[in-house]
């Protein structure tokens, strides 16, 4: 019996490409995310440190560095859009790779911390993340999808005939008739052939040499 396609993302994507995908994704996403708070503490004055990327209790309203990195994750998850786009580039997966990254960030910090998170801040901020990179990444996506595909058919063989029509006048050697009337001819076949070649003509002439032979 022959075998059965798998549907959904497995028919999209292997799962060894896909588990590459994740962690190329999540690599990017931390990447990020450290650049950007690297580049915070140096303005602001502060100690860069690992707690400030993995400790969820980092985040905090009562501070302005808690506030800080809010403001820095929500940056972060608009930058990995683009990483998104470049590595998935599917708008149906998009929300599926979004949450896992969010879903691995969460099983990291509760291993630094040894805690599960418990500030309402920093769930927020992984909700608004999320939210904020699924909407947006489908949205990059379907714009990439939907974006017009220009085809090298007709429109390329005529603009080089006029190329080549017009180099040769300006050469002082014109286009002789019979050439540009047999690529006519060429490009008439099919739909309505019968009016380039004179066929529907002949075809009237028969019907009324038949009608004057039965009249007679």
Known sequence: MP??????????????????????????????????????????????????????????????????????????????????????????????????????????????????????????LQCASASLMTFMGIWACRWRELRPIAFGGNGSASTALQTAASGDAANGHPQEDGEHESFTLSRGRGRGRNLHDGGGEYEMVQMKEETGSNAV
């Open 3 to 124: 075998r059965r396609r798998p549907l959904g993302g497995a028919r999209d994507l292997p799962p060894l490409k896909i588990i590459r995908k994740i962690l190329l994704l999540q690599l990017a996403y931390y990447g990020t995310a450290s650049v950007l708070i690297l580049f915070t503490t140096v303005v602001y004055g502060t100690v860069f440190s690992f707690d400030l990327i993995l400790s969820w209790d980092a985040v905090r309203g009562d501070t302005t560095v808690g506030w800080m990195l809010g403001l820095v994750w929500v940056l972060s998850s608009l930058i990995s859009v683009i990483f998104l786009l470049l590595l998935v580039s599917r708008s149906k997966l998009i929300p599926d790779f979004a949450l896992t990254i969010h879903f691995l960030h969460l099983i990291a910090t509760s291993l630094y911390t040894h805690a599960i998170p418990t500030n309402w801040l920093w769930w927020g």
